[in-house]
């Protein structure tokens, strides 16, 4: 089965500028999290949805962070403005939630460079 | 909410010798516990859990323990190779939406 999907890989901004990062999860997951993981640090929920309502969304940063996720699939993720500690690799990781398969699979991250 | 610890951050080994990191948790409701392990540059990938009716799990090299008691399971890696080397990641799941805590991560060294 394909993998989630993140894009883009890469992206430089300079701050107080703007930024989104899209991503797709496994095909049936209803479950999908954003993380920050600012290098050397553990990844950082930052929220979590289930189908397309949100779970959790304890540490988002409500003032300068958004997410959404569109019909229970795709979500997308928006830094406005950015500030230079925004600097980290995005995560967005799926599951299916059953109650035997908690298992998160994790895309390969959006890392994102504020100046 | 959930607050785990994770020690040691960084962690030395001979290839050949055994592994352990500890992870500590707050929230007596949380029921799974997963490692994950994390190449650089790479994302993290499952290894081994355990949930809470659980008190040990293993798998090959790798085995999982759970004290609900003291509140703190544990990542044994048997008889490592150079390839063990990663940051080792653990986290709990409590609530009844499952939210997820991360521990700080320990970056495992397997020296040849």
């Known amino acids: 089965e394909a993998g989630v999907a993140q894009s883009p890989r890469y992206k430089i901004i300079e701050k107080r500028q703007s930024v989104a990062f899209w991503c797709n999860p496994i095909?049936?997951?209803?479950?999908l999290y954003w993380y920050q993981q600012i290098l050397g640090q553990g990844p950082k929920l930052l929220i979590q949805f289930q189908n397309n309502g949100v779970v959790d969304d304890s540490q988002l940063p409500k003032d300068r962070f958004s997410a959404e996720r569109l019909k229970g699939v795709d979500s997308t993720l928006k830094i406005q403005p950015a500030k230079l500690e925004d600097s980290a690799v995005y995560l967005c990781?799926?599951?299916?939630?059953?109650?035997?398969?908690?298992?998160?699979?994790f895309g390969p991250g959006t890392r994102l460079t504020v100046t | 909410g959930e607050n785990v610890e994770q020690h040691p951050s960084t962690l030395s080994v001979q290839e050949g010798d055994s592994a352990v990191i500890k992870c500590t948790y707050s929230?007596?409701?949380?029921?799974?516990f997963p490692w994950y392990k994390q190449e650089l540059g790479k994302r993290p990938q499952l290894i081994i859990d355990?949930?809470?009716?659980?008190g040990e799990k293993k798998d090959q090299r790798i085995a999982v323990t759970l004290n609900k008691t003291a509140k703190h399971f544990s990542l044994h890696i048997t008889e490592t190779q150079p390839e063990d080397s990663a940051v080792y990641f653990c986290?709990?799941?409590?609530?009844?939406?499952?939210?997820?805590?991360f521990g700080t991560g320990t970056k495992l060294q397997v020296i040849p």
């Open positions: 990781a799926s599951s299916l939630r059953r109650a035997t398969d908690y298992e998160q699979y």
């Open positions: 929230d007596s409701a949380s029921n799974y």
């Open positions: 355990i949930r809470s009716n659980v």
């Open positions: 986290a709990a799941y409590s609530g009844g939406y499952q939210k997820v805590t």
């Open positions: 095909s049936g997951h209803a479950t």
